[in-house]
Every structure is written in C-alpha cells, then in structure tokens.
C-alpha cells in the first residue's frame, strides 16, 4: 500500500497541493497511530514542504485511548520496524529506556496529522469535505457483511472523484456500492470518477 501510495496516488495529489489546492487523506481506524504516521512519512519524503501547504491526514479511531497514545506519538523501535531508516530518523526524536530505544513523532510529521475520536458506525460523520485517499485497513473485518457493505457505501460519499481505497488483506468490497470501486492492485481500489 505504502508503494503504491508513494509512486501512483501522491504525485497528482502533491502537484494539487503545489498549485494551493486542498489534500485530503483520512486513515479510518488508525488505532495508536502508526498508519497515520507511515503515511505522513511517505508524504513527507515525497514532498518535503507537505506540512507547509493545504494537506492534512485524518486519523480517527472509536477508542479514545489509543487516540491519546498516537497524539504523543511515541513508539518502541518494533513498533515501526517497518519505516525506513532514514525516515525514522529525520521524523522521529530518539530516546534510550530501560526496554530499549524508543522514538517520539517530531513537531513536522505531527503537524499534518489530526487525530479524532470517531465511530465509524455512528448515524452522522463530522466531516464536511471529501478525501482523496482513505486507508481502513484491518477494521471493518470486524463488522458483519451488511455493517461493512454500508461503510463502504458511506466511503463511497466521502471520498473525491478518483480517490483511493487502501483496505486489509483479508477484507474484500462489497455491498451496493462495490460496483462504483474499480480494484487496481491488491486490496487498493479507486472510485471510478462521479
């Protein structure tokens, strides 16, 4: 997914943002963090004056408590084994404890970030805009079939013509609405334009 978002979905998304235009990514079910902050390092090793213009990453779980650890933004090193190094270490402060090395989100990677205490079942979402990218990976595969063919429906309606689907390898479309989702790679699909 990381690939896929850093050579095919950003680049038309960062040349908008070039222009003044508004970036949107919204990753649904962040849990602590670590989603939101791999996107905001992919992003912000493509386009290093991302935190400077219009792009912001939603990143909303229903459980306030792990919404209050991934706004510290502090994580062992296994916990983003998967970042590259050199990401780790221009985005991250690094700390020595007692169990082992430990890193803090800095103030750049966190300013593109905003975190929210979201139920992707409640009746209405805040949110006024659409997103360019959604990423809701490993969530909705604890929903039953009608629940998750309505949130796919619901993301349908909040994404932006084109936009991107990143969903967990072991959950699949469906619902009324999966027709509108053209798949493009392994669980990754875009909405074919409105």
């Not at 009608?146 to 949130?151: C, I, L, M, S």
Request: hydrophobic share 40%.
């Amino acid at each position: 997914h990381f690939q896929h978002l850093l050579k095919v979905s950003l680049p038309p998304l960062i040349e908008r943002a070039k222009a003044g235009r508004r970036v949107r990514i919204w990753s649904a079910g962040c849990s602590a963090g670590q989603e939101p902050y791999s996107i905001a390092a992919v992003l912000l090793s493509a386009y290093p004056e991302a935190a400077n213009r219009n792009i912001k990453i939603l990143a909303s779980d229903i459980d306030s408590n792990v919404i209050a650890k991934a706004k510290i933004g502090m994580y062992e090193d296994a916990e983003i084994r998967n970042l590259p190094q050199r990401l780790k270490e221009k985005l991250f402060e690094k700390f020595d404890s007692p169990s082992g090395d430990v890193f803090i989100a800095k103030p750049e990677i966190k300013s593109i970030i905003a975190f929210r205490e979201l139920n992707l079942n409640a009746k209405v979402w805040p949110m006024k805009g659409t997103f360019d990218i959604i990423f809701c990976r490993n969530t909705v595969i604890y929903f039953d079939l009608e629940t998750q063919g309505k949130v796919w429906s619901r993301f349908k309606n909040q994404m932006s013509p084109n936009g991107y689907l990143y969903i967990g390898h072991s959950e699949r479309l469906s619902g009324k609405d999966a027709q509108h989702f053209k798949k493009i790679a392994t669980t990754t699909y875009q909405l074919e334009g409105q």
